[in-house]
């Protein structure tokens, strides 16, 4: 054992207890519950204050300070998230006389903690908030979320966190795991196969993301045509544009869709055109009595899709079926590819318990 600073620590470990010590030392002039950092502490006098310093290259502080320790001015300023280095220093770096180091790192398991707190908040989490949910200081957590972001398994809206893109495309793919009872998409999925079979295109059901904002696709079945419409479970599509998006949006609260309307900016993706509020209500208008929904290049150019809404057993739509594929085949096939999705849409609805009257019904 070496004692370095009144603290101990195994030998053969130099290149951690040099870390250690750097941090020690800055950490002199921080209170241990601040939040931000208030003082610095020089090069020199690291240098005064433990004499082994000299000689060191700065390549120490870029390959491992500079994580937790910022330079201006030459000095080193603590970063705010240093707490949680001291708080488990001897876990971190080794097993030290009277510790045991925790089993396996905790990064992977916070990030698994923070996807499950954003995924039983419907309409997601503050920073502070999910800090607290987790009692991890939100520094730290905001770095752990810019990954995520970056991943697109986390998404901001309005300064809330959720669930991104690919989480949600990661729990579809769960789903049809955990059995029928408990997964919408386990019990539409051979529904969806078999309209796929019908349509010989590529059939997608979608549902209602977080944001309520958006729809988004939780089970795909491709075509195995060789031109075919291809998308991601887990995209999601904005709900004024899209056959999709449009259907969902149809079935909402009428104060829903006043706020959304009034919030949203209504240009189309792809051409950019600019839609007029009273245009949406007309589209949406039209989907409630049919139960059909179409669109044509409102989204991807040269692609367009038919959609028909999926009833729950208490009348709530919970999903949408849709059909998309290349434009000319859809526009030769509209009728019978409209006809098969609202067909689909209302076999769904009495798999899921609605006994009312379906849209469209004569």
């Keep these: 054992m070496v004692a370095v600073a009144g603290m101990k620590w195994p030998a053969g470990k130099e290149s951690a207890t040099r870390r250690l010590i750097v941090l020690a030392l800055c950490a002199r002039a921080v209170p241990p519950s601040s939040a931000v950092p208030v003082a610095a502490i020089s090069m020199d006098t690291i240098l005064c204050m433990f004499p082994p310093f000299i ?22 300023y603590l970063r705010s998230d240093i707490g949680i280095i001291f708080e488990n220093m001897n876990s971190t770096t080794g097993n030290y006389e009277g510790e045991t ?25 503050t920073l502070t908030r999910l800090s607290e949910k987790l009692q991890t200081p939100k520094t730290s957590l905001l770095n752990l979320l810019r990954s995520l972001e970056a ?18 495309r990661l729990a579809a793919l769960i789903g049809p795991r955990l059995g029928a009872d408990s997964s919408i998409s386990a019990k539409l999925h051979p529904l969806l196969a078999e ?8 059939t997608l059901l979608g549902v209602m993301g977080d944001d309520r904002r958006h729809g988004v696709y939780v089970d795909i079945i491709e ?10 479970i887990g995209t999601r599509r904005p709900l004024f544009c899209s056959a999709f998006g449009k259907t969902l949006l149809a079935f909402q609260p009428a104060e829903h869709i006043d706020a959304y309307l009034r919030q949203t900016d209504l240009v189309l993706p792809n051409g950019g055109r600019r839609l007029h509020p009273e245009e949406v209500r007309g589209s949406l208008a039209a989907i409630r009595a049919t139960g059909i929904s179409a669109s044509y290049e409102e989204i991807v150019e040269g692609a367009g899709g038919v959609s028909s809404p999926v009833y729950d057993r208490n009348g709530v739509v919970v999903a949408v079926f849709a059909i998309a594929a290349p434009i000319a085949r859809l526009r030769a096939r509209h009728d019978r590819l409209a006809g098969l999705v609202h067909a689909f849409g ?13 849209p469209g019904q004569r």
């Design 101 to 125: 180091r925790p089993e396996g790192p905790r990064s992977p398991l916070r990030v698994m903690q923070a996807l499950e707190e954003l995924a039983a908040s419907r309409d997601g989490l």
């Design 223 to 232: 075509s195995r045509g060789a031109i075919r419409f291809s998308s991601l």
């Design 55 to 76: 000689g060191l290259s700065s390549r120490l502080y870029f390959a491992f300070a500079s994580r937790h320790i910022r330079r201006r001015r030459r000095k080193w």
């Design 151 to 168: 991943g697109a398994y986390v998404t901001q809206v309005n300064g809330h966190y959720q669930l991104g893109a690919n989480a949600l």
């Design 195 to 202: 309209m796929m079979e019908q349509a010989e295109d590529t």
């Design 346 to 358: 209302e076999r769904g609805s009495r798999l899921l318990g609605f006994t009312g009257v379906y």
